[in-house]
């Protein structure tokens, strides 16, 4: 028993290299990023090993950066992370009995888009030590790439670090556009929400709504249109979904935690 | 001077709602969502999140707009060709500091 559970952490160990390797260089450019914002050094890497995951914590700390209120950045970064609700519905349904309580709290902290996508392509029932040595990997490249960008960026000169503001929002192209290449429903959300955000900011009316709240009412408009007008049919969810989050890690998809 | 108390909070209410959504399924319910309504939209959230983000403010995300415009050009070009995300990340950046030299 003991015997096998070492196995399954190392098969996870093997299985989490690959994601531990495509996370560094994103995070380095988030530890580049937070610091040339003003976060501190030891601050950046406390925010990639408490939330181990991408565009939730880019939006928060720009949110912080610009110093916006504790609701607001509580409520984007929510949003943002409501898909991982899905990841984890379908990852319970594959856990093994032996998965107690503390064991789940404990690989639910782990759950990031990559991780679900390699767990959800193993056969059979998932059990503990396999997701242990998943994790480790991802969760070390993830902060060790946060801590190298972090100190390097303490050392750019004024005129690069001033350049570093648009990185963000690169990589958030960077992680819609292929999408909205593939799709016609997903690239008319993304039009009606930025047309949302846009009309928000610049009608008069609008004034009072703070920029956090403006990228969450679009946002709810965007998503919620695009369900009304393209539901994706019952059975087919779980499968494109899937398909989706778990083909085999791509050069792309590698790199969105 | 960034006031750390204030970052330390809002950093832990983010680690909170990261792991809330997380962990609740796991732990709490063992039946899938069936609406499928609710589906899609969970499904086109992080699109709808991520452009709502990335623009306007994108134009706003240097000091310059000529900068900030040509920068964005370029992430659009790069992403479009469905380059890594770092490779269109630096690509703007990299647009926008020698704009900047330029302007």
Sequence with gaps: MKKAGINEFRYGLKRG????????????????????????????IFISLSNLTSAGQFAGTNLIISGAGYFEITLTTFIINIRYMLMSLSLSQRLNKEMNLPKRLLIGYGVTDEIFSVASMEKGRLNFPYFIGLII????????????????????????????G??????FIAIVLPEAKKSKPITLIVAISVLAVCLLRYVPVFKMVSSGFRVIIATVIGAGIGAVLFPIKDDTVSDEVKVEASAPPKETEKEKI | MMDLTYA?????LMATVTYIPRVLPIVIFRREIKSKYIKSFLR???FAVLGALTFPDIFYS???????????IVALFLAYKEKSLVIVAVGAILTVYITGLII
């Design chain 2, 8 to 12: 330390f909070i809002a950093v832990l």
């Design chain 1, 137 to 164: 990997g991802p969760v070390i490249g993830w902060t060790t790439g946060t801590a190298l960008g972090a100190v390097i960026s303490t050392a750019l000169p004024d005129s690069l670090s001033g350049a570093m």
């Design chain 1, 166 to 171: 648009i990185a963000l929002y690169g990589m």
């Design chain 2, 62 to 72: 240097t000091n310059n707009i000529y900068t900030a415009v040509a920068g964005t």
């Design chain 2, 44 to 46: 086109y959230v992080p």
């Design chain 1, 17 to 44: 290299l690959p994601i531990a390797l495509g996370y560094v260089p994103v995070s380095f450019t988030f530890g580049l990023i937070a610091v040339s914002g003003g976060i501190p050094v030891w601050m950046a």
